[in-house]
């Protein structure tokens, strides 16, 4: 189901109901302000478990992140010393994903993994998204399921319009999940990759975000 969204003027009836389809373990494609992701709400394991699944890898080794509404619904999945609180302040909204240690607040399915990716995108539709749904949303790039072509097909030429274009988009992965969101066109640079474990923020990619320190 192809859903159109516009990022100045959201409808909330509509946010309600993608909010309400992730409640009850849908998975969804949206726009952030980096590349179309795919995504479910945290709590439900299930969904987790199948965007996994779809990826190809367990939910111990997928590569997976949360989009938070702000600060503060970061600070109870994740710790952050004061530095770090501000580094992210500078940086957010913004095309960044942040490497945390997690808190015990985590569902279940994330307490075996030490470390976090948390992102605030600067993107209004999927920020009233995670607002309306009231905890965050679990995130990994479109751009990883990029070989998710059928048995025996070789990957068409333009595929990249397959991660960029909505309608693309849902030719391509609709069957997989249970809404797209349609923002417009996609970019194809992904986020900034910021490692604040340690004693220093360390730049583990380089993306499409320019970090500016405190």
């Not at 373990?25 to 394991?45: N, Q, V």
């Not at 952050?80 to 609180?85: A, H, L």
């Not at 500078?90 to 992102?119: H, M, S, V």
Request: proline fraction near 5%; aromatic fraction near 8%; glycine fraction near 8%.
């Amino acid at each position: 189901m192809l859903i159109k969204l516009y990022e100045e003027n959201t409808n909330a009836r509509v946010v309600q109901k993608i909010a309400n389809a992730l409640r009850e373990g849908g998975l969804i494609i949206y726009p952030t302000d980096t590349i179309y992701a795919i995504g479910c709400d945290i709590f439900h394991a299930r969904a987790v478990e199948q965007i996994c699944k779809i990826k190809g890898e367990s939910p111990a080794k997928a590569n997976l992140s949360f989009i938070c509404s702000d600060l503060s619904q970061i600070s109870a999945y994740a710790k952050i010393s004061n530095p770090v609180f501000k580094l992210i302040k500078r940086n957010t909204p913004g095309p960044f994903t942040f490497i945390l240690n997690g808190t015990n607040a985590l569902p279940k399915l994330f307490k075996q993994k030490k470390t976090i990716g948390i992102r605030i995108p600067d993107n209004g539709i999927v920020s009233a998204i995670v607002e309306e749904l009231g905890n965050p949303l679990m995130t990994t790039s479109l751009k990883n399921y990029e070989n998710l072509w059928d048995e025996g097909e070789e990957e068409v030429e333009g595929a990249a319009e397959y991660m960029t274009d909505p309608e693309l988009i849902e030719e391509r992965y609709g069957r997989f999940v249970d809404m797209i969101i349609d923002g417009g066109q996609g970019g194809v640079q992904p986020s900034t990759v910021v490692d604040c474990t340690g004693d220093e923020p360390v730049v583990l990619r380089q993306g499409i975000g320019e970090l500016e320190y405190v």
